[in-house]
């Protein structure tokens, strides 16, 4: 700076002029009241306040000036000073206040608003009513076996017994000769269980099935049964009763009892309609339907591959909805196919 070894005058030492000290501290208080929040005041205060800034740069050429001259000019500085470090802090308080009512305001929790959190859901009832029947099995000692949804007709038709044309009710995929139906009952699942597996076999098979025909409170075009097969050395119907009777009893209470009521089906013989007894049925106690079974056919085993001389079989199919609906005192089977969380969350933990 070149007034640096001019002889001393302090009106050349221009940062310690009076009116310049004047406008650091005006031009200080301008910027503070310009900062929109504290984050953007404290940021102002190197420019201001700092080593750098136009005070510390004055404070520093005291030193140059004669000592009768030092004193006054100390004062001023230290009065520009006093005055900026009050503008800040005037103005820290401000806008602190501000930020605190700004954050109580913009932060409040308005306990009013819609409820935008994800709900949990629940397994299906049918879900876990199937995971417990596949339980009691496993702990017999079956299997747990699958079959697909779409199956041939040979499977579910020709190897069943069931006269040509199949079961009414079923779906057929198109093109008309494609060959491939919907399975209307788990059934197909005992011919493929024993095409793939040699005796003793003891399967169960869970899964949806389809049937044409109109919707209404008792009747949906896609439910669920659970198949069973056991093909053996002896097995006979009495081991078929004990089993069911088993079944229900751990399904429905110590307490329950099944009827048997003779019946036809082509995949066995003898064969029965098997009733449940509903003490509490919220119709009054009564017996349903639970499903059907009997005696494998020898035909059926023969066109899977097992021997009718050495071996014999027995074989069950019960509906999972109508269990699911009776025991709950459900009303319409819609509810089980709607996918409603609320359904699942009330009925699914404890099915
Ligand atoms: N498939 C039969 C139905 O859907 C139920 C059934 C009857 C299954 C007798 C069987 C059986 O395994 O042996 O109505």
Redesign the pocket.
């Given at each position: 700076m070149s007034y640096r070894n001019d002889p001393y005058d302090p009106k050349q030492v221009a940062l310690l002029d009076p009116a310049a000290l004047a406008e650091a501290v005006a031009d200080a208080s301008k910027a503070f009241t310009a900062a929109a929040d504290p984050d953007a005041l404290t940021a102002l205060r190197p420019a201001h306040l700092g080593d750098r800034s136009p005070l510390s740069l004055a404070r520093r050429e005291i030193g140059a000036l004669p000592p009768a001259a030092k004193s006054d000019a100390g004062k001023r500085v230290n009065e520009a000073r006093r005055a900026i470090e009050t503008a800040y802090a005037e103005r820290a308080e401000v806008l602190e206040r501000e930020q605190a009512e700004r954050v109580l305001v913009e932060e409040r929790v308005d306990v009013t608003l819609p409820y935008d959190r994800r709900p949990r859901g629940a397994r299906h009832p049918l879900s876990a009513l199937l995971e417990s029947i596949s339980d009691l099995f496993v702990g017999m000692g079956y299997e747990v076996a699958e079959g697909p949804e779409v199956d041939l007709e040979w499977v579910d038709v020709d190897a069943l017994n069931i006269p040509a044309g199949g079961s009414p009710g079923t779906f057929h995929i198109a093109p008309q000769r494609s060959g491939l139906v919907l399975r209307?009952?788990?059934?197909t699942v005992?011919t493929r269980a024993m095409l793939s597996r040699t005796p003793p076999i003891h399967v169960i098979a869970p899964g949806r099935?389809y049937r044409t025909g109109e919707v209404d409170a008792t009747h949906s075009p896609v439910f669920h049964?659970v198949?069973?097969?056991v093909v053996d050395r002896g097995s006979t119907m009495a081991h078929l009763r004990g089993t069911l009777d088993h079944v229900a009893r751990a399904l429905f209470g110590p307490e329950a009892k099944t009827r048997w009521r003779p019946h036809h089906?082509p995949?066995?013989g003898p064969?029965a309609t098997i009733d449940v007894w509903f003490p509490e049925h919220r119709d009054g106690p009564r017996w349903v339907e639970w499903?059907?079974?009997?005696m494998?056919d020898p035909r059926v085993l023969r066109a899977c591959g097992v021997d009718p001389d050495v071996y014999s079989g027995f074989?069950?199919?019960v509906g999972i909805d109508r269990t699911l609906m009776v025991r709950h005192g459900i009303s319409d089977i819609r509810h089980l196919v709607e996918g409603d969380v609320r359904f699942s969350r009330a009925l699914g933990a404890g099915a």
């Open positions: 209307p009952h788990t059934s005992q099935v049964q198949e069973g097969l089906f995949f066995t064969s499903g059907g079974c009997g494998v074989a069950f199919g």
